[in-house]
């Protein structure tokens, strides 16, 4: 038993520092000594020598330790998110107006004119946009509809599902009666067949264009839609002259009828109408890799090129193999250390397509004559590509493949989105570079680069907007030559950029890149027209803001009701109207994914969201706009003017600082002549 004294001077036992190296006699002189001397020496608790763990106790001892802290770190974390949470303000959520319940689950949506269109099993069905009631169900398909497209034609609807083989079809709805008219890419051989990756419609429906994979290969099929003949054919229909077509034509008709009557449709299908099919007048292939040349002099170059149309694709050249040859060797010696280690397979060629209409950013030939409005032009770049080719649709499968015009850039195009307008084209680099063209004028607008770090994702314009005593209008008449889009980067982050005439453009950050709370991270971004500058926001926690990108703040939220969610928040399922203040997103039940067996009992619903019925938006709406003549009176907005009345306000401005530049100049004229008196006086002095 150990004594009470020696107790205490256990207890009062000092920290004692013992040295990792045998002791040895310093030298006399201060420089020769060690400078990592005091690395030498490791601090010790005489309490942990006495009470020394032996392994494996220490090692768990440690471990035990370790779990401590990080637990710790975890709890300090979440309690600091805690507080950030109660202190945030958060904005009003607005629950759905109409709830419309499906049987089966949408896979995809599309709103034209009044229909709302929704894709799904064997088919798509059609349903009213106001009451969310079912119109009709076209379900004629043995697997599921995976993406629909409704374009308007003014009176008519052209409609294009796409299945999951891949499939096409063309559909044509009018006043009551629903038409196929073909099948772009069926084959009877299934070795054949070829998938349909992407399809772009122009505004108007004039024109089609398909992106097509099959057999190894490929390719953009481009057609002429004969709307014009479809209108008299349907008006006028004439029965099919193949009997056996003529049948089962009426079987379907028989069929749809009896489905007809059960869900009290006001649409049937006619399949005793037979459409003119579209005229296939493109095929586009992805451009051939450059090569050494197989010229032998300059002349040969020039007699192979007929035309100016082509130049800068980079085909016809005068470069040798060799010389490609040479350039790639000094390449892989200046970055061999970047280059040594496994690479990856090359993604798929993808093709991004739009349809230009008529305007000064490309010569039109003599001899074509577009009607107004009517795309003439097919702009076209692929993944990897500088170039952005541009093929006049003015022609056959017999003519030759050649583009009319190429405009290259600086870095491989990463993304590229013309305006529903028609009128303004962003092509966005893989620099992180954005060119804004004016298309109707013919004149890009201007050059912005995206801050460090940042990649384009997506480009959404907005319709043009002013801000008018603090809030947010539409102006009357047409606009030109300005434009606003939001970009969303691959980093999560979304800006806005706005350009006008002659004025270089500005990019402002709405939302910065998420650092803490990466399930804030933005997912979707999608303008709202009815809305001057709003935008819907979607984020990967499920969350659906409204922003007003003008400010920028949330204005509110919207969200389904309870037990609905976003089963798959970072893809949400959404569709913003065009032309009424509204928009659709499906919600998912819990109970959905829980019991994928049982379809039937499966609660599917979409959610109808009107602005103008929530009392924050309401007001915004239904004012949104302000007229030319508001613009007139008020010179805070003298870019709105048309040319003529911006050259008067001009010119009555100057006649008004005339009287004044006048005082001006005399007073100028006056301190002139008194400094040549005072340098007369200085020279006679002399």
């Known amino acids: 038993m ?17 040295r990792k190296v045998p002791l040895e006699v310093p030298s006399p002189t201060e420089k020769d000594w060690s400078k990592d001397d005091e690395e030498d020496y490791v601090f010790k608790d005489p309490d942990e020598e006495l009470d020394s763990l032996p392994q494996p106790y220490r090692m768990i001892n440690k471990l035990v330790n370790l779990l401590f802290d990080r637990s710790w770190e975890v709890i300090e974390e979440r309690d600091a998110l805690r507080k950030s949470e109660l202190s945030r303000i958060r904005p009003t959520v607005y629950p759905p107006v109409v709830e419309s319940k499906l049987n089966k689950m949408p896979n995809c949506m599309a709103i034209s004119q009044d229909y709302v269109f929704i894709g799904g099993a064997r088919g798509f069905s059609i349903h009213s946009l106001f009451n969310a009631k079912q119109i009709y169900v076209w379900e004629k398909l043995k697997v599921d509809v995976t993406s629909i497209c409704a374009t308007d034609l003014g009176s008519e609807i052209l409609i294009a599902p796409v299945d999951e083989i891949g499939i096409v079809r063309l559909f044509y709805l009018y006043k009551d009666g629903l038409c196929l008219i073909k099948a772009i890419n069926e084959v009877e051989d299934t070795s054949k067949q070829s998938t349909c990756l992407k399809m772009e419609i122009s505004q108007g429906g004039d024109f089609a264009a398909f992106f097509l994979q099959g057999a190894g290969d490929i390719w953009l099929d481009v057609y002429k839609l004969p709307k014009e003949s479809w209108l008299k054919e349907v008006e006028h229909p004439q029965l099919s002259i193949n009997p056996k077509k003529k049948v089962r034509q009426l079987q379907l008709n028989t069929l749809d009828a009896m489905t007809s009557d059960n869900l009290e449709m006001d649409i049937s299908f006619r399949g005793d109408v037979k459409l003119s099919l579209p005229v296939h007048i493109m095929k586009i292939k992805p451009p051939k890799p450059v090569t050494g040349t197989t010229f032998k002099s300059p002349l040969e170059v020039f007699a192979k090129i007929e035309d100016c149309y082509g130049l800068g694709s980079g085909q016809n050249h005068f470069i040798r193999e060799s010389q490609w040859e040479q350039q790639a060797a000094v390449f892989n010696a200046s970055y061999k250390k970047y280059l040594d280690g496994e690479w990856e397979e090359e993604p798929l060629s993808m093709a991004t397509f739009h349809f230009l209409p008529p305007g000064c950013i490309t010569a039109t030939p003599v001899d074509v004559k577009s009607p107004s409005g009517v795309a003439y032009v097919l702009g076209v770049h692929w993944t990897g590509s500088h170039n952005f080719f541009l093929y006049l649709l003015n022609r056959t499968l017999k003519d030759k493949l050649d583009p009319e015009g190429v405009w290259p850039c600086a870095a491989p195009i990463a993304v590229s989105q013309l305006s529903c307008s028609s009128s303004y084209l962003v092509l966005a680099c893989e620099d992180g570079v954005l060119t804004l063209w004016d298309l109707a004028e013919g004149f890009p607008l201007g050059v912005v680069a995206l801050p460090e770090g940042c990649i384009c994702q997506s480009i959404h314009f907005l319709k043009y907007f002013l801000v008018h005593e603090g809030r947010n209008v539409f102006p009357e008449g047409p606009v030109k030559s300005q434009m606003k889009c939001v970009v969303l980067c691959t980093d999560a982050s979304l800006h806005l950029v706005a350009a006008q ?10 939302v910065e890149r998420p650092v803490n709370h990466l399930d804030e991270a933005v997912c979707a971004v999608a303008p709202v027209p009815a809305l001057p500058g ?17 400010k920028p703040h949330i204005i509110c939220a919207f969200a389904p009701p309870r037990p609905y969610h976003l089963a798959v928040p970072w893809k949400p399922m959404f569709v913003v109207s065009f032309h009424h203040p509204c928009f659709l997103l499906r919600g998912d039940h819990p109970d959905e994914i829980k019991s994928t067996d049982d379809a039937k009992n499966i609660q599917n ?12 938006l309401e007001n915004i709406s239904r004012n949104c706009s302000i007229p030319q003549s508001a613009l007139t009176a008020n010179m805070g907005f003298p870019h709105e003017l048309p040319l003529e009345k911006r050259c008067e306000s001009f010119l009555q401005k100057r006649l008004q600082k005339l009287e004044t530049s006048k005082e001006k100049q005399q007073d100028h004229w006056t301190r002139l002549r008194r400094y040549s008196v005072l340098l007369q006086r200085e020279n006679l002095k002399r």
């Open 2 to 18: 150990s004594s009470p004294k020696g107790s205490q001077a256990q207890k009062t036992r000092l920290p004692s520092f013992t």
């Open 501 to 510: 005439g002659s004025e270089a453009p500005t990019i402002s950050v709405l």
């Open 534 to 550: 709003m935008v819907l926001i979607f984020s990967r926690d499920g969350h659906v803001h409204l922003m007003d990108v003008a």
């Open 605 to 616: 619903s979409l959610f109808y969201f009107n602005f103008e019925a929530y009392p924050l």
